[in-house]
């Protein structure tokens, strides 16, 4: 029988408490300190790395885990990873129950579509580089785990939850020891990047096109149409909105979940790689909830509207939030002592390849906006959609452009094409050779798909100029 005044019982919520209360410390700071607002670090990864640096303090002093202790229930390590892995795909449930009533034109379409198809060539381009260059690595280093290169997309590209969820499959079943650190620092030296690059692209453009950009934040001015729209029930009827939308979300994790373990009955040796897509039934059982809601409006058999956007949005966020700075402080930086080398050349790597890739897509393939597009995807691409709006908003602080409606969009093409991928990160221990040779032809394929319009334009014109002339021989 648990006593109310045990640690085990308030273990959680200190845990919870502290991570909360390091992201307020890290809002101060950002808002005060001039280095620290100028420098686009979003306030979760800033708050994550204060815990880390005082977690790393405490441990050399006492030589104790901080977050083992029993102030945090003697797990808080545990915890915090356990609240990385449900705050990923909470998240990406609470975007995905949403609604819209905007209407794509072809044009639009095309665009949405490609940004979709950029995201996956960009995830192969990081995951051919990260897995080739731990493979030369493992050449070198003895007892090296050679596929963890394949870590790069799912810390950069996809973030922290991801990448936990991965460095956790190679580390229980494939004895990479550290495998969920070494995943979660890729994450933060991602965010890292997002900073750097970004920083270093917005000098350049306020530089050469004289762009004054927001360093500092501005309150939103939000209209009561976008936090109220009509026929919505009302915000404190028999049950509060917001009871309501919590309600939506941990339904569809629910099922999310009967999906997962009717699953793991039926293929008992894949439970963690199941399991490790909890984030995509997620997004697939929101997206029933949502269809059978709107069914019932439909049919009149329910009268009101029951999703809110607005507070969605803030669901969304606050599980983002949560699981960016929870997933840095989850970080053992003990465990990483042989593997700092490889993890700054991945850092690298990423942050170059991520970089020049995008750049050059944008200005190619979205002439109309290219610098919003890119700072977007590559601020995406690094870190989460939220540090791509980040970086968006210092040049496009109104959203003119379409730029983030393309992030919203692109995440149903991205999937589809990006499923492949996330199958074959669990056949890389095994088979690294032959996983970086069907990546490399993957990302060859996704970019015959993304120009397609040049390569098929320029063999059409090709076949019509030979055509003229040999009219013109005869």
């Known amino acids: 029988m648990e006593n109310f005044w045990d640690f085990s019982v308030w273990g959680g919520l200190n845990v919870l408490a502290v991570l909360l209360l390091s992201l307020l410390v890290a809002n101060g700071l950002k808002r005060s300190v001039k280095f620290l607002r100028a420098s686009l670090i979003p306030t979760s990864v800033l708050a994550g790395v204060m815990l880390l640096v005082i977690a790393s303090i405490y441990k050399a002093i006492t030589g104790d885990v901080m977050f083992d202790t029993a102030f945090f229930g003697g797990n808080g390590m545990t915890q915090m990873e356990i ?27 095309v665009e949405v579509f490609n940004t979709g198809v950029t995201t996956v060539a960009t995830y192969l381009l990081q995951a051919v580089l990260g897995l080739g260059s731990t493979l030369i690595a493992s050449l070198i280093i003895t007892d090296f785990f050679a596929a963890s290169g394949i870590l790069l997309p799912f810390g950069f590209g996809q973030g922290t939850g991801q990448a936990l969820n991965y460095g956790n499959i190679y580390e229980t079943e494939h004895g990479f020891v550290g495998g969920k650190s070494f995943g979660l620092t890729i994450a933060a030296l991602g965010f890292l990047s997002a900073s750097i690059g970004g920083v270093i692209h917005l000098t350049i453009l306020r530089k050469k096109y004289k762009i004054l950009g927001t360093e500092d934040e501005e309150s939103e001015n939000i209209s009561g149409d976008q936090i109220q729209t009509k026929n919505e029930i009302p915000m404190n009827g028999g049950i509060d909105k917001l009871t309501v939308q919590i309600g939506f979300v941990l339904l569809s994790y629910l099922l999310a979940f009967l999906a997962m373990y009717g699953l793991g009955l039926l293929l008992p040796g894949m439970k963690s790689v199941i399991y490790g ?138 999937i589809v094409f990006g499923f492949p991928m996330m199958l074959l990160a669990t056949l890389a221990p095994q088979k690294p050779l032959l996983t970086l040779g069907i990546l490399a032809a993957f990302f060859i394929v996704m970019n015959v798909i993304l120009f397609r319009k040049f390569i098929f334009r320029r063999k059409k014109n090709t076949t019509e100029e030979t055509a003229e002339m040999v009219e013109n021989n005869k």
Request: hydrophobic share 50%; glycine share 6%.
């Open 83 to 109: 609240l990385t892995y449900h705050a990923l795909a909470l998240g990406f449930i609470a975007t995905s129950l949403k609604t819209s009533d905007k209407k794509l034109t072809k044009k639009r379409s």
């Open 277 to 414: 897509f909890n984030f995509l039934l997620g997004v697939l059982t929101a997206t029933l909830v949502k269809a059978v809601l709107k069914f019932c409006n439909k049919k009149g058999i329910v009268k009101k509207e029951y999703t809110n956007n607005f507070m969605l949005n803030r669901i969304g966020n606050f599980f983002f939030d949560i699981m960016v700075v929870a997933g840095i402080a989850a970080i053992r930086l003990d465990m990483l002592k042989d593997y700092w080398g490889i993890m700054l050349i991945l850092g690298v790597v990423g942050l170059v390849s991520t970089y020049l890739y995008n750049l050059f897509i944008a200005r190619k393939m979205f002439k109309e906006y290219s610098e919003e597009q890119f700072l977007a995807m590559y601020g995406m691409l690094t870190g989460t959609a939220s540090t791509g709006i980040i970086l968006l908003r210092e040049i496009d602080p109104d959203f003119k452009t379409p730029v983030s409606d393309n992030l919203v969009y692109q995440n149903f093409p991205a």
